[in-house]
């Protein structure tokens, strides 16, 4: 055009284009086509917008804008018929057509307008007046074909297009606005755009100059904002450079966006800037310049579907040179789990990179050890550097990583080595046996584990069932831990014998005991071959019990295990074996003379429930009267008092002797009261039982056509039921014709039953007898 053009409409399709210029021609054009439309005005023409569906043949109409907005339709021959939409409020500043509805602005505010009915809808007035609207212009535009969005001074306000109800219409348009949003903007709005739900704002600002202090023009801004029912939510904020920002109005800024395309075009005198939408390469790469690897693998992660320029291994694998860079080793080695996954070829990489820095410690924790496996040489290398410099690294690793991670030949071998200038040091000792028995040499590994005295053994044993390998060595097994050792010696018996066991404990007595203490426990008959060993064991080693196991053994020599307590003097176990060989005047006598307890005496012979010992008890405590106290208080349940009281020589003063015998009274009184209390108990128990077989015998019993006589062997009852006809029936359910009963030879006339009288057991009670 060799004049200013004022303003581009394109259709939605993009294939029709209106133009309009300052020679006021609007020209309508196909873009793929050869239609063109031309039409002359005789003044500038500053806005024209086609109709959105121009592409089809009966939606060929387009309007412009001036003193008068304007609508044209192609009609007949091609012709086009002009009709005025609206005119009288100023200029037409700005149009947007969308579907079928066309939103206009002029001086005094917005008017919408459905094409198909020819109805204006609404009129939305400017809010601020005082803003002249040349300097100021509205900013409209559709978010989809029910909704405007009006920007106009600093005011935004959201509006939505509805369909009025049928019986509210009368006079009015069938449709009206709805306004949903409206919140006021810091700044001058110079164009918007939707962005999903929320806006793209392209604000003019102004601002005071620090060193002038004068307002002047500042860069404009683009914002991304929410919208709320009141106000707004500010999502992002840049400030736009573009040349000759200072001299720019409000007027001067355009924004015009692509709904396809995401793209949003800032027009300005100048220059124009293209904003798209930032997807999340952009945002990887601007976290990725910022050095938030962290973030950057997060973000790669979630949204890893989507993005097409990055890959999660190279960000990672950045991640980790940006942490080895930065000296934070074990943080690096942890990611390397995470970003090197299964990846053999870069592990291996990984670990030579750390070995070059002289890490390798850092990253040992965080080797695979399952899935995948590396080579056995990155594993010993690792354990070669712990060697050199970290012995309780070194035995965590071993014990850690599984055996067939390395070749533990070359490990055992390096151990040894290193033994070599230290054969003392216990770690690595420890450490050799976890290797011995990795390599299944059981036996090396027992060794050593028992000369450290290593909680490991009883288990390595039991694992690896090395009862052969032990039976020379159960001395220092149970040095080690004498109660481990007995309970694995116990509980294997079939595999080390109770003989091989006690013949290697000879010469260590005390743990002899201790074994053959534990065997008896548990079975008193298993070691009965050594319960005349055992005797001495206790008595030298553990005398409480000696006695509990004089009780509980069958197997036990008497006479030996009198003469091992006789030697040393064991009085309650010497009279323990007096009573049970039956000399219990012998016990009880030593009980007396040794131990002078009147109580025991007094406790034995109650055991013992023997006269003869009582006598004895008796005559030897006659002259003792602290003994005579003690006979009084405990004998009266169990020998009669008078036989003590007799024997007292007068004059013997005795201690407590009114007490001892109102404690016999006492005693006597008990006895009678509990006899009188068992003999009302025994009573009424009779008559309880008493009542009860009366009730049982009152009881009615069933006869019917199974019963039989048990003389006759016939039917108790006759086939003929209107004769007559007599029957006996006994308690014990015997049934008889009386007929079949023999006479009674007795006076009584109490007939029995013969068959219970037979068998002895006793005559039925009484007698039912039926007659008809």
């Known amino acids: 055009s060799p004049v200013k053009i004022n303003q581009i409409s394109l259709d939605e399709s993009g294939e029709h284009m209106g133009v309009c210029s300052e020679d006021g021609k609007v020209q309508v054009f196909g873009l793929y086509s050869a239609e063109e439309f031309h039409f002359f005005f005789d003044c500038p023409i500053k806005i024209v917008a086609v109709h959105p569906h121009f592409v089809r043949s009966h939606f060929k109409q387009f309007v412009t804008g001036g003193k008068k907005l304007l609508l044209y339709e192609r009609g007949w021959m091609n012709r086009w018929k002009p009709s005025v939409l609206h005119e009288g409020e100023g200029n037409i500043r700005n149009v947007k057509w969308r579907g079928h509805l066309i939103a206009w602005a002029n001086n005094m505010g917005v008017k919408i307008l459905d094409v ?34 009006i920007g106009w001074g600093n005011s935004v306000k959201i509006c939505s297009v509805k369909e009025r109800h049928a019986s509210e219409m009368r006079d009015l348009p069938n449709r009206y606005v709805e306004i949903v949003f409206q919140f006021d903007t810091e700044f001058y709005i110079s164009g918007l755009a939707p962005l999903c739900d929320q806006l793209v704002i392209l604000s003019y600002v102004k601002e005071i100059s620090e060193k002038t202090e004068v307002e002047c023009c500042a860069r404009p801004r683009l914002d991304i904002v929410q919208p709320l029912p009141e106000s707004c939510e500010e999502i992002s904020s840049d400030a736009l450079t573009v040349r000759g920002f200072q001299e720019n109005e409000c007027r001067d800024y355009h924004l015009e966006y692509s709904e396809g395309e995401s793209l949003f075009y800032i027009i300005s005198p100048r220059d124009v800037v293209v904003a798209k939408e930032r997807d999340q390469d952009d945002h990887i790469d601007w976290l990725l310049e910022k050095k938030k690897y962290e973030e950057a693998l997060m973000a790669a992660e979630i949204s890893q579907k989507t993005i097409k320029k990055h890959k999660i291994l190279d960000i990672g694998l950045a991640y980790i040179n940006h942490l080895v860079e930065k000296g934070e080793y074990d943080l690096a080695a942890r990611k390397c789990q995470k970003i090197l996954g299964k990846n053999t070829e870069l592990w291996e990489f990984e670990v030579y990179k750390f070995k070059e820095i002289g890490q390798l410690k850092a990253i040992s924790r965080y080797l695979p050890r399952r899935d995948p496996v590396l080579k056995p040489l990155i594993y010993e290398m690792v354990l070669h550097e712990f060697l050199e410099s970290d012995y309780e690294g070194f035995a965590t690793l071993i014990k850690e990583w599984p055996g067939d991670l390395y070749n533990n030949t070359i490990i055992v071998q390096a151990v040894v080595d290193h033994l070599k200038k230290d054969p003392q040091n216990r770690t690595l000792l420890r450490t050799l046996a976890e290797l011995y028995t990795y390599d299944q040499r059981y036996g090396r590994a027992l060794e050593i584990y028992l000369t450290l005295r290593h909680k490991d053994v009883f288990q390595l044993i039991h694992k690896h069932n090395l009862f052969s390998s032990i039976r020379d060595k159960i001395v220092l ?38 074994y053959l203490h534990k065997l008896f426990k548990r079975d008193h008959h298993k070691g009965q071959r050594y319960h005349e060993k055992q005797i001495s064991l206790y008595a030298e080693y553990d005398r409480p019990n000696l006695l509990p196991f004089l009780r509980d053994s069958t197997h036990c020599p008497l006479e030996k295990a009198l003469e091992i307590c006789q030697q040393r003097n064991f009085v309650e176990e010497t009279v323990y074996l007096l009573s049970r060989m039956g000399n219990s005047r012998s016990a009880l006598k030593m009980i007396m003379e040794e131990l002078q307890d009147v109580d025991k005496a007094i406790e034995f012979a109650k055991e013992q429930d023997d006269g003869e010992l009582w006598e004895d008890l008796i005559l030897y405590s006659i002259d003792k009267p602290p003994f005579i106290t003690g006979l009084l208080n405990n004998i009266g349940t169990h020998v009669d008092p008078i036989l003590l009281i007799h024997r007292i020589k007068e004059g013997m003063e005795i201690p407590n002797l009114r007490d001892s015998l109102v404690k016999i009274l006492q005693d006597y009184n008990l006895q009678i009261l509990l006899r009188e209390g068992c003999k009302k108990i025994l009573v009424a128990d009779s008559l309880s039982l008493l009542k009860k077989m009366h009730r049982t015998q009152m009881k009615g019993v069933l006869v019917d056509e199974e019963n039989i006589c048990e003389s006759c062997l016939s039917p108790i009852l006759p086939s003929d039921a209107s004769k007559s006809f007599n029957v006996v029936v006994f308690h014990c359910r015997h049934m008889f014709h009386k007929e079949c ?18 068998k002895h057991r006793g005559p039925g009670s009484a007698i039912l007898e039926m007659k008809k």
């Open 477 to 514: 097994l149970m040095d080690f831990d004498s109660e481990k050792a007995v309970d694995m010696l116990l509980d294997n018996e079939d595999k080390i014998s109770i003989d091989r066991v006690v013949e290697e404990l000879e010469n260590r007595p005390e743990l002899q005991h201790v």
């Open 116 to 149: 198909i009915s020819k109805q204006r809808i609404t009129n939305v007035p400017r809010d601020d007046i005082s803003l002249r609207p040349d300097m100021y212009p509205c900013s409209l535009c559709w978010k989809d074909n029910l909704t405007l969005i």
């Open 741 to 758: 009963l023999p006479v009674s030879n007795t006076v009584s006339s109490v007939q029995f039953c013969n068959i219970c009288s037979a």
